[in-house]
């Protein structure tokens, strides 16, 4: 669209405001308006435009839009803080592969690393001896070039290649090992290194579902109660006036807060949910249908807020997908589902 | 003969009102799909537990009492089976029928080992950067919408001349170079980190070689891999050159290495420089490649030369130039891609 067309657009746009019923994303797209008549023959007849099997997609006609509302929706997610925990498997092939890679490569120089006589040097002396003259220092007590070379294959039940194992011998690799005058220190000067915090936290222990620190290797989903106590992700209206990540944005600042810096990725709708309007007997419109679009957000930091928020919105969780899938309605759940990682 | 051949089918039909041996009533049907339908078979198609979660045989198991004490006191290797296979020495084409085993085998005379581990930047690629990549590249075409049909680069023969026929097409204009298109991106194609390549040149080196050992030391050490040695391609007389100098060296990483090394650059040296800005936007070959420099300064912010930099003669250090070398086919994508992981750019956007 060329710039001046923009333009004129938006110039029509406000002059037609009062009585535009079309959305905005709708106005700019290539969209042939019915006549009048046409519209209203259509409105008389507009049950019969709903999907049959048939005729799964029926043509777009400007009464079909009376029957569903539009609605805009957002999924915030929080992105896993930590990385997965590996499977048994993965961490003994690991291991065996850094054991035959023990066989092949070029001896350690550790001169390269540690100028000699200094601090440095003689702190990896000592630990180089506790390790029995290995080098490598998670591999166990296997001599790549001495005579057992061969026998580089964990037993069955041998914990050597777990992840827990290793991160301790590297916790207890880190400590100094030498004093200030440059002697080897005795066991109770050693100073043990601080540790990394836990993978399971306090609101793991608790199951505290409102927290944003639980479950930190998993992607995190806000869901919200409304009024009538059904959990969904939070969504509202869209005017006509208003593109869908506009919405979205506002939904989220109307539903929990300011108190939040989160990222709406792009402006496509990640999802989408359709409720199918309801009709009486004599084909008149009982309940319009929903057409839900949502989009996907990332929270950054701060928490949900939804004290005195505009939705009426009894309460939130910060929930996995698993969890999800309990909370939500089969369809609901089904319709989101492809949007979610698996991890 | 048409009309033979559905004389049998005709007279089944007509006699088949009166023969008696008629099938029986539908109702009475017994059939076999429908027996299987009401009765649920009891073992589910899909196994529902991963097999690498847990390990298949326990220590319960296995009937030897102490198994560590009978490897220890092994003194020789287990015996083979009696054919051992041994890969070819050379590779003969892909029409040989003796193929060489892939370099992950370890009977494969190029075996190299690896992987170690599962590199961080990848869990974060593979479980938040990809998706978002996909959602904030998503194109909509409405579905019914034609295919544009792609655009042809290459010029075709006007067959003014019987020669011309079959002739393969001729290439742009002007630059006989075409480069890759770019796609839309899907799943298929996510654009993802293949190589990094890091290279110094050293013209220093040709006074003193001690250049080129100090400059292979900090690239050993700060990749793990061997760098190899490069030399001058062509003599200039200003700058005192002549081809076949060595002067320089160079160093590529691929897979999980380059991701390693990619996390220890984003998370470890570029928060530690002074005033950065970030990436200069102007920078890229347009197939999806970005380049940059690190100065001498910057070398030492890396940890493995900062743990030890008194080893190092100081003033032979020099910066290197960094290659990241990505499956994305367009600067664009590749921006993309090193934003969503964390690198900043700065200035015009050039594609």
């Known amino acids: 669209m060329a710039a001046s067309s923009r333009g004129g657009n938006a110039a029509s746009a406000l002059l037609r405001r009062g009585q535009s019923s079309i959305c905005a994303s709708c106005r700019s797209a290539q969209f042939r308006p019915y006549s009048a008549n046409a519209e209203a023959a259509a409105t008389a007849e507009a049950h019969h435009l709903k999907p049959t099997e048939a005729q799964p997609h029926p043509p777009f006609t400007a009464s079909r839009r009376a029957e569903y509302r539009i609605k805009s929706g957002i999924i915030l997610t929080r992105a896993p803080l930590l990385t997965r925990n590996l499977t048994p498997f993965e961490n003994a092939f690991f291991f065996y592969q850094k054991r035959l890679n023990e066989r092949l490569v070029l001896p350690f120089r550790h001169t390269l690393f540690y100028k000699k006589d200094t601090a440095a040097d003689l702190d990896w002396r000592i630990k180089f001896e506790e390790r029995g003259r290995i080098a490598a220092k998670d591999i166990g007590r296997y001599y790549a070039q001495g005579r057992n070379a061969w026998n580089d294959e964990l037993l069955v039940g041998s914990t050597l290649s777990d992840e827990e194992r290793i991160r301790e011998i590297l916790l207890k690799d880190a400590e100094n090992r030498v004093t200030e005058d440059g002697e080897e220190a005795d066991p109770d000067e ?154 | 003969m048409t009309a033979l051949r559905e004389v049998p089918r005709a007279g089944r039909q007509l006699l088949g009102s009166i023969s008696h041996l008629k099938s029986c009533q539908a109702s009475l049907r017994r059939c076999a799909s429908t027996e299987a339908a009401a009765s649920r078979p009891t073992i589910p198609d899909i196994e529902q537990e991963s097999g690498l979660t847990a390990p298949i045989v326990t220590r319960e198991d296995v009937q030897i009492v102490a198994p560590r004490k009978r490897a220890s006191q092994r003194t020789h290797e ?3 089976e009696r054919y051992r296979y041994h890969p070819p020495k050379y590779y003969r084409g892909p029409l ?20 170690f581990n599962l590199p961080r930047l990848k869990h974060t690629f593979h479980s938040s950067v990809a998706s978002d990549i996909m959602t904030l590249t998503y194109q909509h075409t409405p579905p019914g919408t034609p295919d544009t049909p792609e655009r042809i680069r290459l010029r075709e023969w006007d067959d003014s001349s019987p020669y011309m026929k079959n002739r393969p097409k001729r290439g742009p204009r002007g ?82 290495q380059a991701y390693e090394f990619m996390d220890k650059v984003i998370h470890l040296v570029f928060p530690k420089i002074k005033d950065w800005k970030g990436i200069s936007g102007t920078t890229g070959d347009s197939t999806g490649n970005i380049s940059w420099g690190f100065d001498a300064t910057t070398m030492q912010y890396f940890p493995e030369v900062e743990a ?44």
Not at chain 1, 270 to 294: C, I, M, R, Y
Not at chain 1, 331 to 341: E, G, L
Request: glycine share 6%; aromatic share 6%; with cysteine.
């Open chain 1, 190 to 343: 050693i100073v043990p290194v601080e540790r990394p915090m836990d993978r399971i936290t306090e609101a793991d222990k608790t199951n505290d579902v409102r927290r944003l620190d639980r479950k930190l290797d998993r992607t995190l989903y806000l869901l919200v109660q409304g009024s009538d106590g059904k959990w969904q992700f939070p969504s509202e209206d869209v005017p006509t006036d208003e593109h869908l990540h506009e919405t979205a944005t506002r939904v989220l600042e109307s539903a929990a807060g300011v108190n939040m810096n989160t990222w709406i990725v792009g402006r496509v709708p990640v999802a989408h949910l359709v409720t199918q309007p309801e009709f009486n007997e004599d084909t008149s419109l009982k309940q319009k249908g929903e057409k839900v679009f949502f989009l996907k957000g990332r929270i950054m930091a701060g928490q949900a807020d939804l004290n005195g928020n505009k939705l009426g919105l009894q309460d939130f969780n910060w929930l996995t997908k698993e969890e999800l899938k309990e909370k939500l309605s089969e369809d609901y759940f089904h319709s989101v589902r492809n949007m979610m990682a698996d991890r």
């Open chain 2, 78 to 80: 287990l015996p083979h």
């Open chain 2, 96 to 115: 040989h029928p003796v193929q060489p085993p892939p370099p992950s085998d370890p009977v494969a005379r190029n075996f190299t080992p690896g992987p």
């Open chain 2, 175 to 256: 630059n006989d170079v075409l480069f890759p298109l770019e796609k839309d991106i899907t799943w298929r194609n996510i654009p993802e980190i293949k190589a990094i390549h890091l290279a110094m040149y050293l013209p220093k080196a040709k006074k003193n070689r001690d250049h080129i050992i100090v400059g292979k030391s900090v690239l050993q050490t700060i990749t793990g891999v061997r760098p190899e040695v490069t030399t001058t391609k062509a003599s200039v007389a200003q700058w005192g050159i002549v081809k076949g100098d060595r002067s320089g060296v160079k160093v590529s990483l691929r897979g999980n």
């Open chain 2, 308 to 351: 030890n930099y008194s080893l190092y003669p100081s003033k032979m250090i020099s910066g290197c130039r960094f290659t990241l070398e990505t499956t994305a086919k367009s600067d664009r994508h590749a921006r993309l891609l090193c934003m969503s992981l964390g690198i900043p750019f700065y200035g015009k956007l050039v594609d």
